[in-house]
T-cell receptor
Framework: GNSVTQMEGPVTLSEEAFLTINCTYT??????LFWYVQYPGEGLQLLLK?????DKGSNKGFEATYRKETTSFHLEKGSVQVSDSAVYFC?????????????FGTGTSLTVIP | SAVISQKPSRDICQRGTSLTIQCQVD?????MFWYRQQPGQSLTLIAT?????????ESGFVIDKFPISRPNLTFSTLTVSNMSPEDSSIYLC?????????????FGPGTRLTVT
């Protein structure tokens, strides 16, 4: 079946530090992969996506590369800011096998301190 | 992308009562989804709502507890019935956007429900 495993948090970093949040997945087919971000008190926002192997999604300085050989989609940012403090969710969809069902990881809470 | 609004944004309710949450989308969409996010947890899909047909519920969720309406292509409601403190969660609606061969989902801001 399909599932997403995410690095457990919480993660606390100083401003301008390098960020990596690990995400690995299990899928029966060829899924699309996503990172969503949830800022305090808000709903989820799509941060970036990749729809096939070796694609790199990027947005707001965040990047993630779809690695089929390691079944991973790790989120990275070279220099975090206080405003990046949020909860980050890795997710996948596998339309060919499970239609519009989305599978979410457990979320990783990030706090960036000045 | 779609712009989604939810009402109410938060509420505090007494056990045994019911609350109806509204979800409005700024464009016509075929499928709408309702999720629950319990404190400190990830999202759990409650049901999928198509316009003109009954909602499809995921394992562990039943229509009597979470009745859903989908009267048109831009609107849906979720009712949390006979509430207990265990129903305290954030309830999120989402809609599907599609590209070439993939789906993505857009979420509303959520309704934060506290049951006392």
């Amino acid at each position: 079946g399909n599932s997403v495993t995410q690095m457990e948090g919480p993660v606390t970093l100083s401003e301008e530090a390098f960020l990596t949040i690990n995400c690995t997945y299990t899928a029966t087919g060829y899924p699309s992969l996503f990172w969503y971000v949830q800022y305090p008190g808000e709903g989820l926002q799509l941060l970036l996506k990749a729809t096939k192997a070796d694609d790199k999604g990027s947005n707001k300085g965040f990047e993630a590369t779809y690695r089929k050989e390691t079944t991973s989609f790790h989120l990275e940012k070279g220099s975090v800011q206080v405003s990046d403090s949020a909860v980050y969710f890795c997710a996948l969809s596998d339309p060919a096998n499970t239609g519009n069902q989305f599978y979410f990881g457990t979320g990783t809470s990030l706090t960036v301190i000045p | 992308s779609a712009v989604i609004s939810q009402k109410p944004s938060r509420d505090i309710c007494q056990r045994g009562t019911s609350l109806t949450i509204q979800c409005q989308v700024d464009s016509q969409v075929t499928m709408m989804f309702w999720y629950r996010q319990q404190p400190g947890q990830s999202l759990t899909l409650i049901a999928t709502a198509n316009q003109g047909s009954e909602a499809t519920y995921e394992s562990g969720f039943v229509i009597d507890k979470f009745p859903i309406s989908r009267p048109n292509l831009t609107f849906s409601t979720l009712t949390v019935s006979n509430m207990s403190p265990e129903d305290s969660s954030i309830y999120l609606c989402s809609v599907e956007g599609s590209g070439r061969g993939y789906y993505e989902q857009y979420f509303g801001p959520g309704t934060r429900l506290t049951v006392t």
